[in-house]
Every structure is written in C-alpha cells, then in structure tokens.
C-alpha cells in the first residue's frame, strides 16, 4: 500500500484558480483505476490556504504512472514555455510539499 500526500500553499486570493486545479486532479484520481481512493483537505490561514491532495495507491509506480500522464506534463510543458517566452509573467506563488507512506507491518518477535 502507498499514499501520496502533495500539500499546496497559495495566497488566498489565488484561492479560487487553485481550487480548480485541485478540482481537475480529483476527478482524474476518481476516474483512474489505480487509485484505491481520494481526498483533499485544505486548511486557512489569515492570508494563506493549503490544499493536502492525498490519494491512496497499491504500488508507488501506480501513482507515478498518474503523474506521468500526458495532460499533466503538457500542463507543465506549457507553463515552462509560457515563463520563458514572457520572463515578466506574473503567476501565483506556490508551495509545494510532498510526502509518501508505507503500510508499515511490525515484525513478528520469537516468543520464548
């Protein structure tokens, strides 16, 4: 068993763009068949909101199969080409943190 945990920190008022974003990858998670199951939980700060995107795999190559997919890297392709081509291109502030888990088993001890 694998979960992902991608966190996300915006400026509240890249709130609502954001939340599309989250949006379009929830229902990828949904619709694809490696994805045992899916959520997003988000927390508000004064100025800031973080979105905790957290998806629950049976391998860890499953999920870097999603992540892999066409539509994401193009997303990525293009934001690389749009910076580059207009260096004064104003885009939101993201911070992003990942974390990945095991299903951790103890180890059966020998009963003397």
Not at 27 to 45: G, K, P
Request: hydrophobic residues 35%; aromatic residues 8%; contains cysteine.
């Amino acid at each position: 068993m694998y979960i992902s945990k991608a966190t996300f920190v915006v400026e509240k008022a890249e709130e609502a763009v954001f939340s599309q974003k989250i949006a379009s990858d929830l229902a990828s998670l949904t619709q694809t068949e490696a994805c045992i199951s899916n959520e997003c939980w988000t927390a508000t700060s004064k100025d800031k909101i973080s979105f905790s995107l957290i998806s629950k795999w049976n391998t860890k190559a499953d999920c870097q199969s999603w992540l892999k997919r066409p539509e994401h890297l193009e997303h990525h392709r293009k934001m690389a080409a749009e910076g580059k081509a207009n260096p004064n291109l104003s885009r939101p502030k993201v911070e992003k943190k990942i974390e990945e888990f095991t299903l951790y088993v103890p180890k059966q001890t020998e009963k003397k």
